[in-house]
């Protein structure tokens, strides 16, 4: 079975504050990994995502993430927060072998204080 | 570029009606799915197919019906609609069965059950 944890369903960061949004992921086996952007009344779209490469991924708008296996963990940064940065964030995880199913978190909403 | 377009945006429905919710893709992707968003619940996987002729259930399949007679659609239907169906519904697409890429999302169609 494979499933996600997003600590923290509301996260307030002041405008050029550091962003962190903590993922910790469940599988008994290597997984892929991702986080997803949603806007107000819009449909979610990929920030970033990790398969087995590079254990640091970048993504857009500045986000990165980093795949810690022995914590199980696929944290989002942002060095320095913007006001358009505000939304949900999802992370994701699906495992290989053919396992078509993309399991979500709950999500996180990212609030940005002038 | 459509994309991955939905119909409809928004719906009110009475116990008890039936629907069908439309999605449609213009990216010749094998793979497309539903989800529906709830707060507090993130996305949850509804139904899900990897080519025309072929669906499969996800976590939450009871309730609705699919089936994908063509590449570009992925009708969802409702047979019997009850309050706890009201949600934002998502469809969503993947250019191959069992690859890595991004999930493409629609906008999302807005169904208040009564």
């Known amino acids: 079975a494979q499933s996600v944890t997003q600590l923290g369903s509301h996260v307030s960061v002041s405008e050029g504050a550091l962003v962190l949004l903590r993922c910790n992921y469940s599988?008994?086996?290597?997984?892929?990994l991702f986080w997803y952007v949603q806007y107000p009344n819009q449909g979610l779209q990929l920030l970033l995502k990790?398969?087995?490469?590079?254990?640091l991924v970048k993504g857009i708008n500045g986000f990165e993430a980093e795949f810690k296996k022995s914590e199980t963990s696929f944290h989002l940064t942002k060095p320095s927060a913007h006001m358009s940065d505000a939304a949900e964030y999802f992370c994701?995880?699906?495992?290989?072998?053919?396992?078509?199913?993309?399991?979500f978190g709950t999500g996180t909403r990212l609030t940005i204080i002038p | 570029n459509a994309g991955v377009t939905q119909t409809p945006k928004f719906q009110v429905l009475k116990t008890g009606q039936s629907m069908t919710l439309q999605c449609a893709q213009d990216?010749?992707?094998?793979?497309m799915s539903w989800y529906r968003q709830d707060p507090g619940m993130g996305l949850r996987l509804i139904h899900y197919?990897?080519?025309?002729?072929?669906?499969d259930q996800g976590e939450v399949p009871n309730g609705y019906n699919v089936s994908r007679s063509t590449t570009e659609d992925f009708p969802l239907r409702l047979l019997s609609a009850a309050p706890s169906q009201t949600s934002v519904y998502f469809c969503?697409?993947?250019?191959?069965?069992?690859?890595?890429?991004?999930?493409?999302f629609g906008e999302g169609s807005r169904l208040t059950v009564l």
């Open positions: 969503a697409s993947r250019r191959k069965r069992g690859d890595t890429g991004e999930l493409f």
């Open positions: 599988s008994s086996v290597p997984p892929y």
């Open positions: 990790y398969t087995s490469a590079a254990t």
């Open positions: 994701a995880v699906r495992v290989n072998f053919g396992n078509e199913k993309l399991t």
């Open positions: 990216m010749n992707h094998e793979y």
């Open positions: 197919s990897v080519g025309a002729g072929i669906t």
